[in-house]
């Protein structure tokens, strides 16, 4: 009976894993349209434009890091959850707390993102990124993406560190 019920936690996590990922990343896409909004990246993406490419999966991969460690978060929350009883005040709020974790984490690794790469447009006066990228430039888009992923794996760290501090 044990065995069932632990299955059945584990895909109830792996949906809710889905679910958020889905999610995050239609959000994270949603927002670089709106951070690079002088760049159509879907007609980019069409036209076959690699360096936009490379900073639309840079994004993606920023965002699942991000996604992983809120949902390691959401796990310790639900087992939390069943461990006190999942419909306890101690349970839900749990929950609460290790869904309000990610969501804040995913708000935070967007942010990171856009001041990091406003930050980097700063740095590099004499190159204009995002008319690099519209050009195909890949040296740009992968230093671009480097500073994507490196503020993801930063932000990573501070998510799990929340997610320890709480549950």
Do not use: H
């Amino acid at each position: 009976m044990v065995i069932l019920a632990n299955a059945a936690v584990g895909i109830l996590q792996l949906i809710i894993a889905i679910i958020l990922a889905v999610i995050a990343l239609y959000i994270g896409f949603s927002v670089l349209g709106r951070i690079f909004k002088d760049l159509n990246l879907q007609k980019e993406l069409t036209r076959g434009n690699t360096a936009v490419g490379i900073i639309v999966a840079a994004v993606f991969f920023a965002i699942a890091l991000v996604v992983q460690s809120g949902v390691t978060g959401i796990t310790n929350g639900l087992q939390s959850a069943i461990a006190s009883g999942l419909f306890t005040i101690d349970g839900m709020l749990a929950i609460g707390t290790a869904i309000i974790q990610l969501v804040l984490g995913i708000i935070l690794a967007i942010l990171a993102i856009y001041i990091a790469l406003s930050v980097l447009d700063r740095l590099t006066k004499g190159i204009e990124e995002f008319e690099e990228l519209r050009k195909g430039n890949i040296a740009v888009a992968l230093e671009m993406a480097g500073v994507i992923v490196a503020v993801a794996v930063i932000i990573q760290s501070g998510v799990m560190g929340i997610t320890a501090a709480l549950i």
